[in-house]
């Protein structure tokens, strides 16, 4: 504050307004520091702005910069430990552009930058570093080199225990993430270049933080946008009906010891993540990496992960699930309520073939900030179903357009159409290429419609399976018995995760029906429109096994017989209590998976029980001449943990008459109609 009331005085005692001019900017570089330029931001964004349609904000407002520049530091926490950040700001021929800018952040587990051969760095790939940390917006920009472009600040930070950060590796969810976020936000607020607004974004763990954050309610803080977030880990991300999902699970916890450096011996140079400037030799990231294997709390999931095989995932076994603790491993809907006194605005991505396809969901129930919901065909995090897919080019422009629309009125004050535009975009999948796009005014959609389709034992004459069943409009009138023995190397394959997934609609389900029991419909005889959950509602019966895994299948049938996944849902008979859910949850089926419902629950019999739970949401056209199909399996091999008994599972499924198991379907628009033989 003092140099610039002395700048003020040397200001006003010159006379000639050339040399003011040239002293003002001189002392404008020394009080900015070394990495601004005598360039300063152009003239805001516009104070309002017609309404565009989705993905289209700002299309035709040429980039108001193609260049930024990175700098790199060490941000100390409340406690010591340092923490490694990046930060780009807008630049004009290689030099930082003087001014404030609206800052967005990302604080990511998986590491905020890689070095280079050439000296410089990458965050992302279309646009690297230089070993001035200059780097060029591309003319397609999307996510944050779009907001740079636009004239915001983008700081990208490691996490504590990751990266180039200092401090031990926790377990997500740990209340240190919350508090470190607090700290970086609260210093992006306070620097030279910002104008004291931050926003965050980012996709998974990137978007798992920010509630997190802004459950500790920082001031700088304005706005979010998640992108594919996980809710409640145990109602779908970890685990389904009490089954423990470890496929997924396991790479991700390798993939992320990688990251950290610890199950790896350090390089002669470190090659995998990036030094901060002032630490060319790496010296501190050497130091840090070996704060990194000290490891960190062990009381998550895995270390009940021998539990898991017999009495399944039990929530009051994981009192993380629903209750807080300041140290140790949360679930994001323990902290719901914060949030929501936060205030902080909610911009909410969610994708049908995505891991936490329901989770976004029940985000959008649970939270009571100012908030809107955007689904589409999309996988987990930033890919698309397929390489070079025009769902992932879509994708790009509706979450980067989206996003620029919800910062400018958030952080910018911008009387754009943020808020007064509908709450929700939802778009269904028609083809691979083609996406037809709804608004709602609330979730689910008052047009949709739950429509039930039954089971029934006329064959389908559409698969060789174990017994070929059908789907019907109607239940059948004699309830019959459908035997089942289960097969142990049914699998969806390792892609079945959809966790950083390209083809969850290109799973090819023929091997599974084959094994399985199927029920199949009639062709349609015209398009049908399914968006949300898909529910099931099973009567099942034992011959031999006193507990049992089951695996629901919705799958997509064409006229050459391919079979191809579209929903699943999972649960363990022994945890087929169902309750009330500790948040919002659209009434869908939840089990308790409480130690005593478990307990209580009798073992299976020749008297049938139901099963009833909720599948993945889907968002899709069924066309004219597909069928449905539900295929009913016992394991899912790669990808979940199924104790394999012996003698093996004899099994059945009721059907018709007062034990009619049916699968129920969100329709929009008109009922199913199939094809009359």
């Known amino acids: 504050m003092l140099l610039y009331l002395i700048a003020g005085s040397v200001l006003r005692s010159i006379r000639s307004e050339p040399l003011m001019k040239l002293i003002a900017l001189l002392l404008s570089a020394v009080l900015m520091g070394g990495v601004v330029s005598n360039a300063t931001a152009s003239a805001p964004a516009p104070r309002a702005m017609a ?19 990175r700098r790199s530091v060490y941000v100390p926490a409340r406690d010591g430990v340092r923490l490694a950040i990046d930060y780009y700001l807008p630049a004009v021929n290689g030099r930082a552009v003087s001014g404030k800018f609206p800052t967005l952040l990302e604080f990511t587990r998986y590491g905020r930058a890689v070095p280079r051969p050439d000296g410089g760095t990458m965050r992302w790939p279309d646009a690297p570093a230089d070993r001035q940390g200059v780097l060029k917006i591309p003319a397609n920009a999307s996510g944050p080199l779009l907001f740079l472009a636009y004239g915001y600040a983008v700081a990208v930070a490691d996490m504590r225990g990751a990266g180039a950060s200092f401090g031990p590796s926790y377990n997500e969810g740990d209340g240190v993430e919350g508090r470190d976020g607090f700290d970086l936000v609260e210093w992006l ?24 954050i802004a459950a500790e309610r920082p001031r700088a803080l304005k706005a979010m946008s998640m992108q594919v977030a996980f809710f409640d880990g145990a109602n779908g991300a970890y685990s389904m009906g009490g089954i423990y999902r470890a496929g997924w699970l396991g ?17 002669q140079r470190i090659l995998n993540i990036a030094e901060v400037d002032a630490d060319p030799e790496q010296t501190l990231l050497r130091q840090a990496i070996d704060e990194h294997r000290r490891g960190g709390d062990t009381d998550g999931y895995n270390s009940h992960f021998e539990e898991f095989k017999t009495l399944g995932v039990l929530r009051d076994r994981l009192t993380f699930l629903d209750q807080y603790q300041v140290q140790g491993q949360n679930n994001l809907q323990t902290i719901v309520d914060r949030v929501n006194r936060s205030g902080v605005p909610a911009l909410l991505f969610g994708g049908w073939h995505d891991i936490y396809s329901n989770d976004m969901l029940y985000w959008y129930a649970n939270l009571e900030v100012a908030k809107k919901m955007i689904y ?52 269904l999948q028609r083809t691979r290429s083609q996406t037809d796009w709804y608004e709602a005014q609330q979730w689910p959609p008052k047009e949709v419609v739950s429509r039930d389709l039954f089971l029934s034992t006329q064959p389908a004459a559409s698969v060789l399976s174990q017994n070929d069943g059908s789907l019907a409009l109607a239940p059948q009138q004699q309830s019959q018995r459908q035997p089942w023995t289960v097969d142990y190397t049914t699998t969806t394959g390792t892609i079945g995760t959809r966790w950083l997934l390209r083809k969850v609609y290109e799973i090819d389900m023929a091997s599974n029906d084959m094994k399985s029991l199927t029920f199949t419909s009639p062709p349609l005889a015209r398009d049908l429109q399914v968006v949300g959950v898909p529910t099931v509602k099973l009567w099942l019966s034992s011959e031999n096994a006193k507990d049992a895994d089951v695996y629901a299948y919705l799958n997509a049938v064409n006229e050459d017989g391919e079979s191809r996944l579209v929903a699943e849902g999972i649960l363990r008979a022994s945890h087929r209590k169902l309750g009330k859910a500790p948040y919002k949850n659209y009434d869908l089926p939840f089990p308790t998976s409480l ?5 209580a629950a009798a073992p299976l019999s020749e008297q049938p029980v139901t099963l009833e739970f909720a599948m993945l949401s889907t968002g899709r056209v069924f066309h004219a001449g597909e069928r449905l199909r539900l295929t009913i399996a016992g394991a899912d091999r790669d990808n979940t943990v199924t104790i394999e008994q012996q003698p093996t599972p004899r099994l059945g499924i009721h059907v018709g008459g007062n034990a009619a198991s049916a699968l129920t379907l969100p329709v929009l628009g008109d009922a199913p109609q199939f094809v009359t033989p």
């Not at 309404?51 to 193609?66: D, K, S």
């Not at 306070?190 to 990137?206: D, E, K």
């Not at 790479?251 to 390089?267: F, L, P």
């Not at 130690?595 to 307990?599: E, G, L």
């Open 51 to 69: 309404e565009t349609g989705l993905g289209q904000y700002r299309v035709a407002e040429p980039f108001r910069y193609t260049e930024a520049v």
């Open 189 to 212: 607020g306070r620097q030279r270049w910002s104008n004291g607004a931050v926003g965050m974004f980012g996709a998974s763990y990137l978007a798992e933080i920010q509630p997190r």
């Open 251 to 267: 790479a991700w916890s390798s993939r992320v010891a990688v990251n950290d450096n610890r199950s790896t011996t350090i390089q």
């Open 376 to 427: 589409g065909p999309w996988a987990h995090g930033y890919l698309g179903p397929m390489p070079n897919d025009p769902r992932d080019r879509e994708r790009q422009a509706i979450v980067s357009r989206e996003t620029l629309r919800w910062f400018d009125r958030w952080l910018l004050g911008v009387r754009n159409d943020a808020e007064t535009r509908a709450p929700i975009y939802y778009g």
């Open 595 to 599: 130690s005593t419902d478990v307990k």
